[in-house]
């Protein structure tokens, strides 16, 4: 029995199903992770895995980035919590407003979650509001208001509406189909009760789907019309697209935006951001209220301020970089596919793609839900026995580091060759 085997017999009786998030559990057991460096993670057998779950997108910059581990342990050095103000928090929040022209203030806390819960709340505190729109299959964090109709784990797992969740609080979450901008007009257009429109502005929690052409200038300008808050969800997007997230690529400025992953290099820091009239109303100066006992600790924010810089320092190279061994990456993958006469679609931008096994294109939830995730499982469980780690659902996105190299890509092509032929058997 594998090392990982017994630690998860273990982690069962003490930990539910094991894991810490539901994502993490696949079949037959996960790997139990030992260390990790650069573009890789080891296990506790001692097995190396290329990463491309790389933290769900959070580790853009690799594992273990130096630049990151040298400011950490600078901090660890000076105190780990103060909760009270600091320096460093002003200059992070600097940072932050500087790479994203439309944020004029921001308030640190630590997950994605908490961002869109605190977006959520503010667009409701500001219009006087109930209602809030989201679109399918876009994942905002597991909290009531938008636990509905979720992708990533809640797709997965087959869970719409959380059980325990208030339905009291999720008939006030309106659903639109994703890439769908003229049905978001008739909501609005019907319902005057509408606080605020959250979105990805590329759906990375349904396998990838990306924004039609002018679906977001569409949406912006039908909120703007109707006076409702944009939400541009950018915990996954945020420093991944652009140095500036998804609005920076797609010139759109939204109202309040919510950034975490790619922020932290793998620690825990997060941000909800916007307009200064908006975000004036958090407490104590305004009556929204959001507070957290760890929001703004130092270490996170050192590993944030050292983060932006360094995307900051190397933008030139690192996007390009990425997007050139996605797009090697990617047609690699489609070709195998394709000589192998399996049907499929690869959906890629920047550093991130997904492989659905369906002839049909994949533009939205029903879409993505419709390709053979079966097909998927097997191809995921083979590419692990191969050494290369993704996320073990179709509803997750492969996502690249700067720390892969042309050899890694190699590898992994060939790993992909050897799990597609056994997705055609
Ligand atoms: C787009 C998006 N928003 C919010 C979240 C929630 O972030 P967290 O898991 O840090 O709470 C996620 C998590 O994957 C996400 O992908």
Request: with cysteine.
């Given at each position: 029995?594998?090392?990982?085997?017994?630690?998860?017999?273990?982690?069962?009786?003490?930990?539910?199903?094991?894991?810490?998030?539901?994502?993490?559990?696949?079949?037959?057991?996960?790997?139990?992770?030992?260390?990790?460096?650069?573009?890789?993670?080891?296990?506790?057998?001692?097995?190396?895995?290329?990463?491309?779950?790389?933290?769900?997108?959070?580790?853009?910059?690799?594992?273990?980035r130096k630049e990151v581990l040298s400011a950490v342990s600078?901090?660890?050095t000076q105190g780990t919590m103060f909760c009270t103000p600091?320096?460093?928090?002003?200059?992070?929040?600097?940072?932050?407003?500087?790479?994203?022209?439309?944020?004029?203030?921001?308030?640190?806390?630590?997950?994605?979650?908490?961002?869109?819960?605190?977006?959520?709340?503010?667009?409701?505190?500001?219009?006087?509001?109930?209602?809030?729109?989201?679109?399918?299959?876009?994942?905002?964090?597991?909290?009531?208001?938008?636990?509905?109709?979720?992708?990533?784990?809640?797709?997965?797992?087959?869970?719409?509406?959380?059980?325990?969740?208030?339905?009291?609080?999720?008939?006030?979450?309106?659903?639109?189909?994703?890439?769908?901008?003229?049905?978001?007009?008739?909501?609005?257009?019907?319902?005057?009760?509408?606080?605020?429109?959250?979105?990805?502005?590329?759906?990375?929690?349904?396998?990838?789907?990306?924004?039609?052409?002018?679906?977001?200038?569409?949406?912006?300008?039908?909120?703007?019309?109707?006076?409702?808050?944009?939400?541009?969800?950018?915990?996954?997007?945020?420093?991944?697209?652009?140095?500036?997230?998804?609005?920076?690529?797609?010139?759109?400025?939204?109202?309040?935006?919510?950034?975490?992953?790619?922020?932290?290099?793998?620690?825990?820091?997060?941000?909800?951001?916007?307009?200064?009239?908006?975000?004036?109303?958090?407490?104590?100066?305004?009556?929204?209220?959001?507070?957290?006992?760890?929001?703004?600790?130092?270490?996170?924010?050192s590993a944030a301020i050292a983060s932006i810089k360094t995307?900051?320092?190397?933008?030139?190279?690192?996007?390009?970089?990425?997007?050139?061994?996605?797009?090697?990456?990617?047609?690699?993958?489609?070709?195998?596919?394709?000589?192998?006469?399996?049907?499929?679609?690869?959906?890629?931008?920047?550093?991130?793609?997904?492989?659905?096994?369906?002839?049909?294109?994949?533009?939205?939830?029903?879409?993505?839900?419709?390709?053979?995730?079966?097909?998927?499982?097997?191809?995921?469980?083979?590419?692990?026995?191969?050494?290369?780690?993704?996320?073990?659902?179709?509803?997750?996105?492969?996502?690249?580091?700067?720390?892969?190299?042309?050899?890694?890509?190699?590898?992994?092509?060939?790993?992909?060759?050897?799990?597609?032929?056994?997705?055609?058997?």
């Amino acid at each position: 029995m594998s090392k990982s085997q017994k630690l998860f017999n273990e982690s069962k009786k003490v930990i539910p199903s094991g894991v810490n998030s539901p994502v993490r559990y696949f079949e037959p057991y996960p790997f139990f992770a030992k260390k990790s460096n650069g573009a890789y993670i080891w296990d506790e057998d001692n097995q190396r895995y290329i990463d491309f779950c790389n933290g769900y997108g959070a580790l853009l910059l690799g594992h273990r980035r130096k630049e990151v581990l040298s400011a950490v342990s600078k901090q660890l050095t000076q105190g780990t919590m103060f909760c009270t103000p600091t320096q460093s928090e002003i200059e992070l929040s600097k940072l932050i407003v500087s790479n994203f022209p439309s944020i004029q203030k921001v308030r640190l806390v630590n997950t994605g979650g908490e961002a869109t819960m605190t977006a959520i709340r503010l667009a409701r505190g500001f219009t006087k509001k109930k209602k809030i729109i989201k679109f399918e299959g876009c994942y905002h964090g597991a909290h009531d208001s938008v636990l509905v109709k979720a992708g990533s784990g809640s797709a997965h797992n087959g869970i719409s509406v959380s059980d325990g969740g208030l339905d009291e609080v999720s008939k006030n979450t309106l659903v639109v189909q994703y890439n769908n901008s003229e049905e978001l007009e008739r909501i609005i257009s019907k319902n005057k009760d509408i606080a605020g429109v959250i979105v990805e502005p590329i759906l990375a929690n349904m396998g990838l789907i990306l924004p039609e052409k002018n679906f977001l200038s569409e949406i912006r300008k039908i909120t703007k019309d109707n006076d409702v808050p944009l939400i541009f969800d950018e915990v996954v997007t945020g420093f991944r697209i652009s140095p500036g997230g998804a609005q920076q690529h797609f010139r759109i400025k939204p109202d309040i935006t919510t950034l975490a992953k790619a922020l932290g290099s793998g620690f825990a820091v997060a941000a909800v951001g916007g307009k200064k009239e908006i975000m004036d109303l958090l407490s104590p100066g305004g009556k929204v209220y959001q507070a957290s006992t760890y929001a703004g600790n130092p270490t996170s924010v050192s590993a944030a301020i050292a983060s932006i810089k360094t995307i900051n320092k190397i933008k030139n190279k690192l996007y390009s970089k990425l997007e050139k061994y996605n797009i090697m990456l990617t047609h690699a993958i489609d070709d195998i596919a394709t000589d192998l006469k399996i049907p499929h679609q690869i959906n890629f931008t920047s550093s991130m793609f997904q492989i659905f096994f369906t002839d049909k294109p994949v533009v939205d939830y029903i879409s993505s839900m419709n390709a053979d995730a079966k097909k998927f499982k097997k191809m995921f469980s083979i590419l692990l026995k191969n050494g290369v780690f993704i996320a073990p659902s179709q509803f997750e996105v492969v996502f690249l580091s700067d720390a892969h190299t042309k050899t890694d890509l190699e590898n992994t092509i060939n790993a992909y060759d050897v799990a597609l032929k056994s997705v055609k058997n």
